[in-house]
């Protein structure tokens, strides 16, 4: 099967049936998408397919429907994505291990919502959980991400 990920394409001999998940960590060596939960619950695990934020987990490989994007392809150390900057910004890391999934769903949300309220960050994080509570933190760094973004 091929399948691009983070701009690169792959020819891959895996079951069509494995997840995501377990293709770009396995597989593709991509360790900063996080196995949480295994069930969607919990949000460690998202990435973008085709610009929409997915839980990895929950995706055969087989029905990826276009270009995949992980935290690794979301910036890059000389050009962080806003998202990631306003992250840093706002320190809201604590343990991180939710963090790659936090950010790839904001990502989504702003590319989607450029302007969100809090209604609209609540909305969409909802699901992305975080052991450590850096909730206020996470809507302050979407809400700096959002207004970078906007500036241009």
């Known amino acids: 099967m091929q399948i691009t990920v983070d701009g690169t394409e792959h020819e891959l001999d895996v079951e069509s049936g ?40 929950q995706v055969a490989a087989g029905d990826v429907w276009g270009p995949v994007t992980t ?9 962080l994505h806003a998202v990631q900057a ?29 302007a969100p309220t809090d209604e609209d960050i609540d909305f969409a994080m909802d699901g992305n959980l975080c052991r450590c509570g850096t909730y206020p933190r996470i809507r302050a760094a979407v809400k700096t991400a959002a207004k970078t973004l906007q500036e241009g």
């Open 18 to 57: 494995m997840p995501l998940l377990w293709v770009l960590r396995d597989e593709l060596g991509i360790k900063g998408v996080k196995y949480g939960c295994g069930v969607a619950a919990c949000g460690a695990c998202t990435v973008h397919i085709d610009g929409e934020a997915v839980r990895s987990c």
């Open 71 to 79: 935290i690794e392809g979301l910036g890059s150390p000389e050009a």
């Open 86 to 114: 306003a992250w840093i910004e706002h320190q809201v890391a604590q343990c991180g291990y939710c963090q790659s999934g936090q950010i790839m769903q904001a990502a989504a949300l702003l590319a989607e919502t450029p």
